[in-house]
C-alpha cells in the first residue's frame, strides 16, 4: 500500500495571525519563520495521530482489491474523487461510483460494495493496481461536525508551534531522550490517534 499526497493543503488549520498571537510576537520579522513552524508542526501532528489535519487530496494505492472492505488511511474523509484499476496489460478502468457505498463517517472510512455487487474482476497489473483518489482533512470553518477541527487538535499544534519556535536548535537534555513530541502536545493528540491502520 502507498498513499500519496495529490495536493497539499493551501490552508493551514492555524493561521499566522493565530500563531502570532500565541507566540506574543508584534513584528513581521519572522513571519516567514512562523509559517514554516505552523506546515512542521501539522505535519507532525499529521504523522503521530495518523490523521490529514489540513484539507488535502490524496490517493491510496493497493495492489487489489481486498476481499471485503477498503479501509483509508487519514481521516476524516470529505469525499471520494475516483477509484481506478488497471488491469495485466496497464488498461486503467474507473468504477462507476453507484457501484460501491462510502461511509465516510466511519475513522477510518470504508467502502464496500453497493448491495448486489461485487469488487470488479480482473487480472491487475503487477503492483499498484488500485487507485482511490479522496480528499481528507478538517476544515477550518463550515458547519458540519464531522469535519471541523477539534478544539484539542488546534491547541496541541499552538503548543508544537511555541515549542518549535522557542527551540531552534535540538533540544538535548542530560540522561534523558529527547521527545519527538512535547507530552502536553502529545496528551492533546493522543485521543485522536487511528490505531487500526
Do not use: C
Not at 499526497?5 to 519563520?33: C, F, G, M, W, Y
Not at 476524516?76 to 484499476?85: H, R
Not at 453507484?98 to 466511519?106: E, G, N, P
Amino acid at each position: 500500500m502507498t498513499l500519496k499526497i495529490i495536493t497539499a493543503p493551501t490552508v493551514e488549520p492555524i493561521l499566522i495571525a493565530e500563531a502570532k498571537k500565541h507566540l506574543r510576537v508584534i513584528s513581521n520579522d519572522e513571519d516567514t519563520l512562523i509559517t514554516s513552524i505552523i506546515k512542521v508542526a501539522r505535519q507532525v501532528a499529521e504523522n503521530f495521530t495518523h490523521r490529514a489535519i489540513a484539507s488535502q487530496t490524496l490517493e491510496y494505492i493497493i495492489d487489489d482489491f481486498p476481499e471485503e472492505v477498503i479501509t483509508l488511511p487519514m481521516p476524516p474523509v470529505e469525499s471520494i474523487t475516483s477509484i481506478k484499476y488497471k488491469n495485466s496489460e496497464g488498461v486503467e478502468t474507473e468504477w462507476d461510483n453507484t457501484k460501491y457505498i462510502k461511509f465516510l463517517d466511519s475513522e477510518p472510512a470504508k467502502i464496500v460494495p453497493a448491495y448486489g455487487e461485487s469488487f470488479p474482476s480482473f487480472i491487475p497489473y503487477p503492483i499498484g493496481a488500485v487507485k482511490i483518489r479522496y480528499v481528507a482533512g478538517y476544515k477550518t470553518g463550515g458547519t458540519d461536525p464531522n469535519i471541523i477541527i477539534p478544539e484539542a487538535i488546534k491547541q496541541a499544534l499552538l503548543l508544537l508551534i511555541g515549542h518549535y519556535f522557542e527551540n531552534r536548535e535540538i533540544l538535548l537534555e542530560r540522561g534523558h531522550i529527547p521527545k519527538t513530541i512535547p507530552f502536553s502536545a502529545e496528551a492533546l493528540l493522543y485521543s485522536y490517534k487511528i490505531w487500526d491502520l
